[in-house]
């Protein structure tokens, strides 16, 4: 056996992104994410490998369902070294310390719910402050893109810029022993949209391909008519007296709301209004933002040369609770964006109790729901949800803009495996089954349906 690949998490479910490779005596863990929705239970599992034995860990880029293990594995032993860019390096941290708050606060309600109810207590957090900051001193290796970098004179490790979010890549690594190429797409971004630079495409004698297929059975909306969109939206809330809520993730999708909003203004277009960015962790991750203008695109480089490209004069950020909390006494012409993307935690929570039955207002989704979560249960319908110990009925209207969306259409998925002319195989993963199924299909158009395989969770496959 010269390689071999093991399937730990986005295999035949959407989170929970890692996968091991082993080349020889070197193991490289690609990615090590939190599974969410209604696979979070696996987090509580012992990861399953030596994590000592790990040479390398890969991170492509800084969301949770692609970081947010990492302090787990520290835990249990994993000694070695962190390689990624160096945005991701930074959002990484801040992430990693608001999942552990976060965790705590879960835990602190479930535990009262217990005891109160007489029930078993919950798992403890997966991990604290504390050791997220221990985790820190393994981000060692950082590394632009196109500069490889060499383990021993026997691999090959480059990053691409993957045009998902702020530092994202895919990653070549290539076996110099036996010139046997490996690519690993990490998530693919949507095209034409603003702040990030669109994927590059993959080297064509790749002959080992992860290809993610979040939105494999679809193509998005294109951006502009997503601002559009967005704009009738807000100016038909604002009309009716209502609020619009903008669940959001903190990295990414906030600075584009952001960005997209102040180009509204700057045009004359947006109503008069307040603007709400009610995420903690939005505004640090904004910051980021701020600090790494190299990574943009060529069009808001020019405009980061004249102005901040995330700001406008209707625009408040609360990091205070109460600052938050005083939001509510708003009851028409207001924008929240808030934490986070799925409901399933964060102050939006709060701003859907105070808002969410109100015929005037306005729910938003810019981003993918996974099963599970209360948002994908808004998505689907749901008349009413449970929140807070309440019952609050659906009555705001619910509009999902997919155009918003960082994952890639399956029109990019298809682009950008395009230039892949005779590979060995290529393995369909980070998507629902239903969806990698679609995209087997379209994709045995090209290649041999014996060269395509979606792999099972756990499942290990001796490549060479």
Same mark, same amino acid.
């Given at each position: 056996?010269?390689?071999?690949?093991?399937?730990? $998490?986005?295999?035949?479910? @959407?989170?929970?992104?890692?996968?091991?490779?082993?080349? #020889?005596?070197? =193991?490289?863990?690609?990615? %090590? $994410?939190?599974?969410?929705?209604?696979?979070?239970?696996?987090?509580?599992?012992?990861?399953? +490998?030596?994590?000592?034995?790990?040479?390398?860990?890969?991170?492509?880029?800084?969301?949770?369902?692609? %970081?947010? #293990? &990492? !302090?787990?594995?520290?835990?249990?032993?994993?000694? $070695?070294?962190?390689?990624?860019?160096? !945005?991701?390096?930074?959002?990484?941290?801040?992430?990693?310390?608001?999942?552990? =708050?976060?965790?705590?606060?879960?835990?602190?309600?479930?535990?009262?719910?217990?005891?109160? #109810?007489?029930?078993?207590? !919950?798992?403890?957090?997966?991990?604290?402050?504390?050791?997220?900051?221990?985790?820190?001193?393994?981000?060692?290796?950082?590394?632009?893109?196109?500069?490889?970098?060499?383990?021993?004179?026997?691999? =090959?490790?480059?990053?691409?810029?993957?045009?998902?979010?702020?530092?994202?890549?895919? @990653?070549?690594? @290539?076996?110099?022993?036996?010139?046997?190429? &490996?690519?690993?797409?990490?998530?693919?971004?949507?095209?034409?949209?603003?702040?990030?630079?669109?994927?590059?495409?993959?080297?064509?004698?790749?002959?080992?391909?992860?290809?993610?297929?979040?939105?494999?059975?679809?193509?998005?909306?294109?951006?502009?008519? /997503?601002?559009?969109?967005?704009?009738?939206?807000?100016?038909?809330? +604002?009309?009716?007296?209502?609020?619009?809520?903008?669940?959001?993730?903190?990295?990414?999708?906030?600075?584009?709301?952001?960005? @997209?909003?102040?180009?509204?203004?700057?045009?004359?277009?947006?109503?008069? %209004?307040?603007?709400?960015?009610?995420?903690?962790?939005?505004?640090?991750?904004?910051?980021?933002?701020?600090?790494?203008?190299?990574?943009?695109?060529?069009?808001?480089?020019?405009?980061?040369?004249?102005?901040?490209?995330?700001?406008?004069?209707?625009? &408040?950020?609360?990091?205070?609770?109460?600052? /938050?909390?005083?939001?509510?006494?708003?009851?028409?012409?207001?924008?929240?964006?808030?934490?986070?993307?799925?409901?399933?935690?964060?102050? *939006?929570?709060?701003?859907?109790?105070?808002?969410?039955?109100?015929?005037? %207002?306005?729910?938003? &989704?810019?981003?993918?729901? !996974?099963?599970?979560?209360?948002?994908?249960?808004?998505?689907? $319908?749901?008349?009413?949800?449970?929140?807070?110990?309440?019952?609050?009925?659906?009555?705001?209207?619910?509009?999902?803009?997919?155009?918003?969306?960082?994952?890639?259409?399956? #029109?990019?998925?298809?682009?950008?495996?395009?230039?892949?002319?005779?590979?060995?195989? *290529?393995?369909?993963?980070?998507?629902?089954?239903?969806?990698?199924?679609?995209?087997?299909?379209?994709?045995?158009?090209?290649?041999?349906?014996?060269?395509?395989?979606?792999?099972?969770?756990?499942?290990?496959?001796?490549?060479?």
């Amino acid at each position: 056996m010269e390689a071999k690949i093991s399937f730990y $998490g986005a295999a035949s479910g @959407v989170t929970g992104s890692s996968f091991l490779l082993q080349i #020889r005596d070197y =193991k490289i863990l690609i990615d %090590c $994410g939190l599974f969410q929705g209604h696979e979070s239970e696996k987090n509580h599992l012992p990861y399953p +490998c030596k994590l000592q034995d790990i040479n390398y860990l890969i991170l492509t880029h800084a969301h949770i369902d692609h %970081c947010g #293990r &990492f !302090p787990c594995l520290v835990n249990q032993g994993f000694k $070695g070294k962190v390689i990624s860019t160096k !945005p991701t390096f930074q959002i990484a941290k801040i992430m990693l310390l608001d999942a552990a =708050k976060v965790m705590k606060e879960h835990y602190k309600t479930l535990y009262k719910k217990s005891v109160r #109810r007489g029930l078993d207590l !919950p798992p403890p957090p997966l991990y604290d402050e504390y050791d997220v900051l221990e985790s820190f001193k393994y981000f060692q290796i950082e590394l632009p893109y196109h500069t490889p970098f060499f383990i021993e004179k026997e691999i =090959k490790i480059t990053f691409r810029d993957a045009g998902h979010i702020l530092g994202s890549a895919f @990653v070549e690594i @290539v076996d110099l022993k036996w010139n046997k190429k &490996f690519l690993f797409s990490g998530d693919l971004g949507n095209k034409n949209k603003p702040i990030v630079r669109d994927y590059e495409l993959p080297p064509e004698d790749a002959d080992y391909v992860l290809i993610e297929t979040t939105y494999a059975d679809r193509n998005h909306k294109t951006f502009e008519e /997503s601002k559009i969109e967005l704009l009738e939206v807000i100016k038909d809330t +604002c009309k009716r007296g209502g609020n619009v809520l903008i669940p959001t993730f903190a990295l990414e999708r906030a600075q584009e709301i952001l960005f @997209v909003l102040r180009e509204f203004y700057e045009k004359g277009e947006l109503p008069a %209004c307040y603007i709400f960015l009610d995420s903690p962790l939005a505004i640090r991750a904004t910051k980021i933002f701020k600090d790494n203008p190299e990574f943009y695109d060529e069009e808001t480089y020019q405009i980061f040369q004249e102005k901040d490209p995330f700001n406008l004069p209707n625009l &408040f950020l609360t990091e205070d609770v109460e600052e /938050s909390k005083a939001i509510n006494q708003i009851k028409s012409s207001a924008i929240i964006i808030a934490g986070n993307g799925t409901l399933s935690g964060g102050r *939006i929570l709060h701003h859907l109790k105070n808002n969410l039955w109100r015929h005037e %207002c306005s729910l938003v &989704f810019v981003g993918f729901q !996974p099963k599970g979560t209360l948002g994908r249960k808004i998505v689907d $319908g749901a008349e009413k949800i449970h929140l807070f110990g309440e019952e609050i009925y659906v009555r705001a209207k619910v509009h999902t803009i997919n155009g918003f969306s960082s994952h890639a259409g399956q #029109r990019e998925l298809l682009e950008w495996i395009s230039p892949i002319n005779n590979p060995e195989k *290529i393995f369909l993963i980070h998507g629902e089954p239903e969806k990698m199924e679609i995209f087997k299909n379209l994709l045995s158009q090209k290649y041999p349906p014996e060269k395509l395989y979606i792999p099972q969770l756990m499942e290990e496959i001796t490549l060479y």
